[in-house]
């Protein structure tokens, strides 16, 4: 089957069965400039719109839009990272459905499975908005990109712009709705094309009739065929394409066998994806929706404390309640605060719940509302709560955990391992006295010490290991000095922390490390945790300092426990640090700086075109692997080198590295090291700065190690929705590239769900072999709960290992799909010429129907007056506005329980007196606008309201694509 495997690589290369799957687009719109468009279009809509809101004037950037751009648009530029990562993530999720459901026709809607479509479309939306709802945006960015994918094929795929239609085919994102006609099997659609020329080869009744139909696709050599007549999708690899009637009417690119029509399907694309978006937004609301994004006021971060809650973390409590208290009070309002607060307890045999808010006030609640209570047999849950705070916390999170006791849980060590790589966060433990102190009451205070320090040799090598593999520290303090280490929570929280250098040992002894400071860095910090380490430190001007003498290139040298802390004041150029020691120690270098990176592994195809696919658990062993590398401020900057440098040795492996323009580089690797390693870019930053422009170097570090695999652990794409009291079956696949044997299996999720899997699989040397899971959410579970499924496979021995794994949301049935609807009851004015003197109201009644869920919020989209609602019967709500007639419109965002949104907009004009009986009416997504004049009544139509709200946003998406500026 070698050959079907090339075939399948060279064939994703074609860009066939989609707009493209390139992630570095050339000429053609592919999925992924189609999804980025939209992205940044809507984001900056919404910003626009809290700018209004809030009485602030609001600037679109220049074109064409960037993540930076609009992140510095929307006030919130600490966040540009965090955006970017966000909207290549879902990129990149929306270009994989190309690779990993290939054949399944539903998700390109073609072989005329629309309606199958539809289904994946509208179920899909409906758990975005419930995860949505719970803050759960990981796993709403994941079903949004897959969603993006099979809405955006409908148009190049079908004939919706053969057909003459100008707007998007709003019902394709409304379950159950009617999208048109679609042609029998038995109906013919296409005639042969005329040799290369297609332009004429769908049938004239379908046209005339306005009929659907997309093309059918196989691939060759694959058995299956299109039925009698049907029109093919098209392309060298669609074997249906030479069969009567031959060619196809894809429009994926310009070279397509409908590519005359491509920038037309491309445009409706990304109009039908801000369509989509603006749903979401809708259910979400505006500053909801930002998060989705990763736009926040403040740090694109989170703050995040795991805390042990037994009798004896008292004193440890208070710690964190007055560090919590110090952060939030200085960082509140400025560019640093934090964009989520999270907390996580936990004891024994209890941990959680995770309790996660945006509001500093609220979190200050939690905080105060722990208890230290119970304990006495020592060991504690403390990687069940840093497990459940690693599926909630963002990517990137920084968490601190707090304990005075071992792990009782050790068993989820590899699984905390895989969470902490795939995620990217930094784990750091604050561990204070004695480990294991508590179980040796019994013995006398010198025995007990004696036992105690053996104990906490091994007992905190659990937690040196899981700090040394997120980039973390694992401080060791007395309890009376926790308040002067949590120093380091505070510096950690600064939005734009990057990493120059990292390195571990565990066995004692002499290295030299060496890290260039650029212009760009500030507040340049050393960390050395570990006992009895000596350094020697040499500045760029030659200078030395040491444990015993500081220089004036130090600020402030602390030692508390085992962390030393060295504050160094900013020089440009080559630093190097002398360390010596007996002891296992860690060393981080942080500054801040605009200069960063983001970075995916990516697997290489063996096929002559080339082609990449995510790589999301650890990379194979032994052979070549390529690095997607990203650069921030790339205007400024460029990347000269990538190298894969070993965490705990001097060995490293350096990248080839090809720059692809817009600040993307692909950097290939011909082997990885064979342990532990971190990712190391450096690059040269311009510096404008100064009289005459000069080059700097600058150099900076994935704070996560990462390690290379012999074995690799596939779990099936089943979909993303997990259903109360039905169990959801996962098929899964190991393989090793190495020896063969019994393969133990471990499967853990965060939720505690009733989870069945195989303890252990045989594969032969170089084989596979395929296992299920089974997990069941119980029939109370909350819609939108998410749930992280981990797999784990581990080789004989023990020594190798991977992982993958799978992000689920709850979502029970639901049955309400109608949106609200809103009635206006009255309107009355006084508005004249002089504004500011007047004022208007109108007043709503707003209900979901007979068999609705029920309004779950109604909110201002547009208007800046008081809006108020009260609840009547359990479907209906009367809502009253009233403003100055300086803000004559008002948009009123419905929502139902289920996500179900209705936007209801009024305007009144001037001079008017009062209007009673006005009745509107509007569909899903519309914007009815219904200006009253004296002494009339008017009724809005459903329909001509829809066709001016697509009008209004096509026209705006357009204009947004060509430059203009508009509301």
């Given amino acids: 089957m070698l050959w079907l495997a090339w075939l399948y690589l060279l064939y994703l290369q074609s860009g066939a069965l989609g707009f493209g799957v390139n992630p570095f687009p050339g000429d053609s719109f592919n999925h992924q400039t189609i999804t980025e468009r939209a992205l940044l279009n809507v984001t900056a809509q919404v910003c626009r719109a809290l700018a209004l809101a809030e009485g602030r004037d609001f600037t679109f950037p220049a074109q064409p839009f960037t993540a930076k751009s609009i992140a510095n648009a929307c006030e919130a530029s600490k966040s540009s990272k965090s955006f970017l990562s966000n909207v290549l993530f879902i990129r990149r999720m929306n270009a994989a459905i190309d690779l990993r459901q290939l054949l399944d026709a539903r998700y390109h809607c073609d072989d005329e499975l629309i309606i199958e479509g539809q289904r994946l479309i509208t179920d899909g939306l409906l758990a975005v908005k419930a995860a949505n709802k719970m803050q759960n945006y990981l796993v709403a960015r994941l079903i949004l990109a897959g969603i993006l994918h099979t809405l955006q094929d409908f148009y190049s795929h079908s004939n919706w712009v053969e057909l003459g239609n100008k707007f998007p085919n709003i019902n394709m994102i409304r379950k159950n709705a009617n999208i048109g006609k679609i042609a029998a099997k038995t109906t013919a659609t296409c005639r042969s094309c005329n040799g290369d020329d297609c332009s004429n080869n769908i049938l004239e009744d379908i046209i005339a009739g306005n009929i659907l139909t997309s093309g059918y696709f196989v691939v060759w050599p694959l058995s299956g065929n299109k039925p009698k007549g049907k029109c093919s999708h098209g392309g060298f690899f669609d074997a249906t394409s030479s069969v009567e009637p ?29 369509q989509l978006l603006e749903d979401i937004r809708g259910a979400t609301g505006d500053r909801e929706f930002l998060q989705l994004m990763g736009i926040s006021k403040g740090s694109s971060k989170a703050l995040c404390f795991v805390v042990d809650t037994t009798g004896s973390m008292g004193d440890d409590i208070a710690a964190v309640r007055n560090v919590t208290s110090t952060i939030i009070d200085s960082k509140v309002g ?44 020592a060991p504690e849950m403390s990687l069940s709560g840093l497990q459940l705070a690693l599926t909630g916390s963002p990517p990137n999170s920084e968490i601190f955990l707090f304990t005075d006791a071992p792990a009782k849980d050790e068993y989820l060590k590899n699984t905390v391992i895989a969470l902490i790589e795939q995620s990217k966060t930094v784990v750091n433990f604050m561990i204070t006295d004695i480990l294991g102190f508590r179980r040796r009451r019994e013995a006398n205070e010198n025995q007990q010490q004696q036992q105690s320090q053996r104990m906490l040799r091994s007992d905190s090598q659990l937690y040196r290991d899981l700090a040394q593999a997120s980039g973390g520290q694992a401080i060791q303090v007395s309890k009376s000095q926790l308040l002067q280490a949590t120093s380091i929570i505070t510096e950690s929280t600064s ?17 030299n490390y ?41 600020m402030t040298a602390e030692l508390v426990g085992n962390l030393r802390t060295l504050r160094l004041r900013a020089q440009v150029g080559l630093w190097e640090l002398r360390l010596t020691s007996t002891n296992p120690y860690t060393l981080r270098v942080v500054g801040q700086s605009p200069i960063d990176f983001i970075f995916s592994f990516v697997r290489q195809s063996q096929g002559p075109l080339g082609g990449f696919d995510l790589v999301e658990n650890r990379p194979t062993a032994g052979s070549n692997t390529s690095l997607q590398v990203t650069l921030l401020e790339a205007d400024i900057s460029t990347v000269t080198e990538v190298t894969l440098v ?45 009289s005459r422009e000069s080059s700097m170097t600058f150099q900076r570090q994935s704070s996560t190690s990462f390690r290379a695999s012999s074995v690799s652990v596939t779990l099936s794409d089943t979909g993303s929705v997990l259903e109360p009291g039905t169990p959801l079956l996962i098929p899964f696949s190991v393989t090793t590239t190495g020896e063969g044997g019994n393969f133990v299996i471990k499967a853990t999720n965060d939720q505690g769900y009733n989870l069945t899997f195989p303890s252990s699989l045989t594969l032969e040397s170089g084989g596979s072999a395929n296992g299920t899971a089974s997990i069941t959410a119980p029939l109370a579970s909350q819609a939108g709960t998410g749930v992280t499924l981990t797999i784990e496979a581990e080789a004989p021995g023990g020594a190798n290992g991977n992982y993958d794994v799978l992000r689920l949301t709850v979502l029970p049935k639901v049955t309400d799909f109608s949106p609200p609807v809103c009635q206006l009851l009255s309107l009355q004015s006084n508005c004249s010429d002089s504004c500011n003197q007047s004022t208007w109201e109108l007043s709503v009644q707003v209900t979901d129907g007979e068999n609705g869920t029920g309004i779950d919020s109604i909110s201002l989209r547009e208007g800046d007056g008081i809006l108020n609602s009260n609840m009547t019967t359990a479907n209906v709500t009367l809502v009253s506005y009233n403003a100055s007639c300086c803000s004559p419109n008002v948009q009123l965002v419905v929502v139902d329980r289920v996500g179900n949104v209705e936007v209801c907009s009024y305007s009144v004009a001037p001079n ?16 009815v606008s219904s200006t009253i004049k004296p002494s009339s009544s008017t009724t809005a139509s459903s329909s001509g309201a829809v066709q001016s709200s697509l009008l209004c946003l096509s026209v705006m998406i357009l204009g947004l694509m060509l430059g203009y500026k508009m509301c």
């Avoid at 005359?260 to 039908?272: C, D, G, K, Q």
């Avoid at 008017?912 to 914007?927: A, L, R």
Wanted: net charge negative; proline share 4%.
């Fill in 246 to 274: 031959k060619g196809g009417i894809n429009k994926d690119s310009y070279t397509s066998s409908h590519g005359y029509l491509h920038r037309e399907a491309a445009e409706l694309a990304i109009s039908a994806t801000s």
């Fill in 495 to 511: 939005s734009s922390l990057v990493t120059l250098l990292q390195a571990s040992r565990n066995l004692g002894s002499a290295d």
């Fill in 646 to 690: 070993e965490s705990s040795g001097s060995g490293q492996v350096n990248g080839h590295v090809e720059a692809q323009g817009g600040g993307q580089y692909l950097v290939h690797f011909d082997k990885i090291p064979s342990v532990e390693f971190v990712v190391l870019v450096k690059g040269q930053s311009t510096n404008s700065t100064t």
């Fill in 334 to 377: 400025t560019e640093d605060e934090p964009s989520f607060y999270i907390l996580v307890p936990f004891n024994d045999p209890d941990f959680g719940p995770l309790m996660k808010t945006t509001n500093a006030e609220v979190f200050k609640g939690y905080i105060n509302s722990l208890i230290p209570d119970g304990g006495g047999d």
């Fill in 912 to 927: 008017v007196s009062t209007t009673v009986g006005s009745t509107v009416s509007p569909t899903v997504g519309s914007t």
């Fill in 514 to 554: 060496t890290f260039s400071a650029d212009e760009t860095l500030t507040n340049l910090i050393i960390y050395i945790t570990g006992s009895s380490v000596e350094y020697t430190l040499v500045n760029p001007s030659g200078e030395l300092h040491n444990s015993t003498f500081t220089g004036s290139s130090i």
